[in-house]
């Protein structure tokens, strides 16, 4: 799938190209899709750069919760769930709790926590594979889950929307809640239904329920707070929780007589291990997607798709923040450029600029998600990986649209 995947950018941005050199007598797209070719290159190694540093901390300290047993103690709880969403997982093994601690990572928003947590359980989950080329079930739940991006506290979009003058950053707040709960159900039910999960069984049941109605009411709650109530409570909490679980980790470690200097340095030489063997996965992937970038394929994808929603006399105020959903799936860092463009062609609390940030905050950037997980433990099969997270990335966008209409359509 990736094979096919990765030929399929470069094919259809030759394709573009040469539409834009023959119909529209653009020959300088050659020119940058090749400075496309190499900036990504770069973009690449920067992104290698912080993935050193932040993988080497944050394996550091969960080598310390390994040995306190937290993460034993995570999977021990969470074990009759497991069972039944990845069976041909041991019950008890160590990737179940540095899964869970990556779910709640990303619910709260530590995306520096979140990747070396995410990477850690990605290669405990490796051990069980018998084909090390190809992804597992559990490997494509687990890594289609975290593509769908669940988060309860998206401080990070709070942030661009006050940069560009925003009178209340925190007004895309319940959109996107209910955007990113919407791309996580889909993810969940995609995958299930592909693996044949038992979803409705009564074990399941009972781990979920619980948890959909604790955050039900953790979102009632946030829904009263005033914007600068709300934007005060994210930083904090999102701050408490990171150095709380180090302290955590570390203060656990000492009461069970963990020597957690040698163990923090035993992690940290893992992590860079790690780090350093994602690169030419990220080379490969991204400059793919620059290359399709910078053919002009976007841009067609986009006329298209507003051609045809004028020819159906629809509302068309939605496809001015589709640059935001298109770019998404491919590339952080170009989302987040496009969200900006957006908020300052349109205004910052323009329609376009409101979906644009629901979209951002609702779902994840797929295809990087693909090369650093996989690429980690050297998966080149990814199977159904790849539709289902797509599917959710779709369902997430979707729905951001449509929450947008409701909250915002009458502005």
Same mark, same amino acid.
């Given at each position: 799938m990736l094979n096919a995947l990765w030929l399929g950018f470069f094919i259809i941005a030759a394709v573009a190209a040469l539409a834009q050199w023959l119909v529209g007598g653009q020959s300088q797209v050659f020119a940058g899709m090749v400075q496309a070719l190499f900036a990504m290159a770069k973009l690449s190694v920067?992104?290698?750069v912080l993935l050193f540093g932040t993988l080497t901390l944050w394996l550091g300290f969960l080598r310390i919760a390994e040995k306190a047993g937290v993460v034993q103690w995570l999977a021990w709880a969470l074990g009759p769930l497991f069972a039944k969403l990845m069976p041909e997982v041991p019950r008890g093994h160590p990737a179940l709790g540095l899964i869970t601690l990556n779910f709640a990572a990303n619910a709260l928003g530590l995306d520096n926590a979140a990747t070396p947590m995410g990477l850690k359980a990605m290669r405990e989950l490796q051990t069980l594979n018998p084909r090390p080329d190809t992804a597992t079930n559990a490997q494509i739940l687990f890594l289609v889950l975290n593509a769908s991006s669940l988060t309860l506290l998206p401080v990070t979009i709070f942030m661009y929307r006050m940069q560009q003058g925003a009178p209340d950053p925190t007004l895309v707040f319940l959109p996107i809640l209910l955007a990113t709960s919407a791309s996580t159900l889909v993810a969940l039910l995609a995958v299930g239904l592909v693996q044949r999960l038992k979803l409705w069984h009564p074990v399941v049941l009972a781990y979920l329920l619980p948890v959909a109605l604790l955050l039900g009411g953790f979102m009632a709650l946030l829904a009263?707070?005033?914007?600068?109530?709300?934007?005060?409570?994210s930083s904090l909490l999102?701050?408490?929780?990171?150095?709380?679980?180090?302290?955590?980790?570390? #203060?656990?470690?000492?009461?069970?007589?963990?020597p957690v200097y040698d163990s923090f340095i035993e992690g940290a030489k893992e992590g860079f291990d790690v780090a350093k063997g994602l690169l030419p996965y990220l080379v490969a992937m991204l400059c793919a997607v620059g290359v399709f970038r910078a053919s002009g394929a976007l841009d067609y994808a986009l006329s298209g798709i507003?051609?045809?929603?004028?020819? #159906?006399?629809?509302?068309?105020?939605?496809v001015d923040a589709l640059p935001t959903a298109l770019v998404k799936p491919f590339s952080g860092s170009a989302a987040r450029a496009m969200l900006i463009e957006t908020m300052q062609s349109q205004g910052v609390d323009s329609f376009a600029a409101l979906a644009a940030a629901t979209i951002q905050g609702s779902t994840e950037t797929t295809f990087y998600v693909l090369a650093v997980y996989f690429g980690a433990v050297?998966?080149?099969?990814?199977?159904?990986?790849?539709?289902?997270?797509?599917?959710?990335?779709?369902?997430?966008?979707?729905?951001?649209?449509a929450v947008c209409y409701q909250f915002f359509g009458g502005m």
């Open positions: 920067e992104v290698m009263t707070l005033s914007s600068a109530a709300l934007a005060s409570l999102g701050n408490l929780t990171l150095f709380g679980l180090i302290m955590l980790f570390v #203060g656990l470690g000492a009461w069970r007589k963990v507003r051609w045809l929603v004028d020819l #159906g006399g629809w509302d068309a105020r939605f050297g998966i080149q099969r990814a199977r159904h990986a790849v539709g289902c997270a797509l599917i959710a990335e779709f369902a997430g966008v979707v729905a951001a649209i």
